[in-house]
């Protein structure tokens, strides 16, 4: 069964990346919008009809994390991350840059310890106002899911133009100041062989967060039912042997799997 957040503001949630989490779904309540279609994403496979829910208004948006805040300020709840993640990519709203300003605001008036956290799959950072509001945050944690276009494609399915070479250049242009997140997976998916732990597709990868140089890397395995079945999950063990050698060359990679 996948999951779909239901709520604009949901949470707290326990996060294993990002403790206590209060979620932002930008995206309609019910059905998925998403420049990928991930083999493993939480939220099933896109829909095969174009989504006509509307996405939330940044006013509502606004009124509702204001309220959610002043609720949790103080108690056991309290989060310690506002998270951009829900049912698809956030920053295709279109209102996205002002949303993160507002979210900034609110954030400072209410919780100033709190981070803010967005997870991205990078499609749209080639937009300026896009690259600038994922700069101005606190995790900024930016996907790529193997070391080649091909195996890339295999694992997230982009529907947009993706140019692999582009996207590391844009992810160099943050100079340092960005969380890379990928997940290990191995698997098959209607009859393409699916492993980015190859030695091949690890070396170009090991390439990429060289020249990205990110102030961390997370590494992670399946945690839920993927859409795509036939996915094996990565041991705790395996992906500390990939975190080595960049943990070697001094990078920070933190590893999450069982
Ligand atoms: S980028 Fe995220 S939301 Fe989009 S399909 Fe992949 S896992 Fe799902």
Redo the contacts with the bound molecule.
């Keep these: 069964m996948s999951i779909l957040f239901e709520s604009l503001v949901f949470g707290p949630i326990s996060s294993r990346r990002l403790g206590k989490s209060l979620g932002v779904n930008l995206m309609p309540e019910i059905g998925k919008i998403?420049s990928?279609?991930?083999i493993y994403?939480e939220?099933g496979w896109n829909p095969e009809k174009k989504q006509t829910n509307r996405l939330p208004k940044k006013e509502v948006y606004e009124t509702t994390l204001e309220e959610r805040l002043k609720e949790l300020v103080g108690t056991d709840l309290e989060p310690d991350s506002i998270t951009f993640s829900g049912n698809?990519?956030p920053t295709l709203h279109p209102d996205f840059a002002e949303i993160i300003d507002i979210t900034i605001r609110l954030r400072d008036l209410y919780i100033p310890n709190a981070k803010i956290s967005v997870l991205t799959?990078g499609t749209m950072l080639h937009k300026k106002e896009i690259f600038d509001a994922i700069s101005k945050i606190d995790n900024n944690i930016i996907?790529i899911d193997g070391g080649t276009y091909e195996m890339i494609k295999a694992i997230?399915k982009p529907n947009v133009d993706f140019d692999l070479e582009k996207y590391i250049n844009i992810l160099q242009e943050f100079k340092g100041n960005l969380v890379i997140q990928t997940c290990f997976l191995r698997g098959e998916h209607k009859g393409v062989k699916i492993d980015n732990t190859t030695k091949e597709e690890l070396s170009h990868w090991y390439e990429y967060i060289k020249r990205i140089n990110p102030r961390k890397t997370m590494i992670y395995a399946i945690d839920r039912e993927t859409p795509e079945k036939n996915l094996e999950k990565i041991s705790f063990k395996e992906l500390e042997q990939i975190a080595e050698p960049l943990r070697e060359l001094g990078f920070v990679v933190e590893c999450y799997g069982k």
């Design positions: 998403c990928f279609d991930c994403c939220c698809g990519e799959n996907k997230n």
